[in-house]
């Protein structure tokens, strides 16, 4: 495979983890990375907080 193709082929799925984790809750993305449930909880209210305004 020619490197042109293999960067092609990278930024078209970083375009897809892109999509998938603009469509997550922050939450989430927050668990998902290791954070800790308490600390993500935070996440959860801000977006909650900013959804409300």
Same mark, same amino acid.
């Given at each position: 495979?020619?490197?042109?193709?293999a960067?092609?082929?990278?930024?078209?799925?970083r375009?897809?983890?892109?999509?998938?984790?603009?469509?997550?809750?922050?939450?989430?993305? =927050?668990i998902?990375?290791?954070?800790?449930?308490?600390? =993500?909880e935070?996440?959860?209210?801000?977006?909650e907080?900013?959804?409300?305004?």
């Open positions: 495979m020619s490197r042109l193709q960067d092609v082929d990278a930024y078209q799925k375009e897809g983890i892109d999509h998938e984790v603009d469509g997550m809750e922050r939450y989430r993305v =927050c998902d990375l290791g954070g800790l449930p308490d600390d =993500c935070q996440l959860r209210r801000m977006e907080a900013a959804s409300a305004e």
